[in-house]
């Protein structure tokens, strides 16, 4: 059965990285959203505020895959239930496994650092500041997840904390 691993948190706490590493490790697709939105507005004729477009067709590009027996990291924010539930219908209607990865960072000073260091690797990608994520809203869950905190650890060690509780035992 295939496997939809859904990725979530705000910017700068490191959940690209991790999802990388584990579409890498895993031979799963990486689905980035990020990417997908840069694709969309280097169009030149898409709006600023692309809404939920990119969510959907993320979703659809990973209910494809997963229906030919492909894993897939689906790599976004995820800050509201709608966007949660539209995976997990997603993942659900190809028959796949669906698991939840909420990426946190519990250090704020940590946080705001990455945030204020970073270097994107998405070409044009306006990149949040600290302001701009302070400033977000993000919904509480109301679904089952895995809490991966990144304070004060590499990718390599967060990585290995997804794949152990995805694979338990």
Known sequence: MAR??????????GKSAIAREVAA???????????????????????????????RAGQ???ADNLRLGVDVVADCVNDVGEARA????AGEA???EVAFVEVVCGDPAEHRGRLETRVGDVP????????????RGYQDWDRPRIVVDTAGRGVAAC??????ALHPG
Do not use: C, F, H
Request: a negative charge; hydrophobic letters at 55%; glycine letters at 12%.
């Open 159 to 164: 990585v290995e904390a997804v794949l152990q």
């Open 60 to 62: 659809a590009v990973a």
């Open 86 to 89: 539209g995976w997990a219908a």
């Open 4 to 13: 939809l691993i859904v990725m979530a948190g705000l910017p700068g706490v």
């Open 124 to 135: 044009g990608l306006k990149l949040p500041d600290w302001a701009a994520v302070e400033g």
């Open 25 to 55: 490790r895993t031979g799963a697709v990486w689905l980035r959203v990020d990417s997908m939105d840069q694709a969309i507005w280097n169009s030149g004729t898409a709006p600023e505020d692309l809404r939920d477009w990119t969510y």
């Open 94 to 96: 190809a028959g796949a």
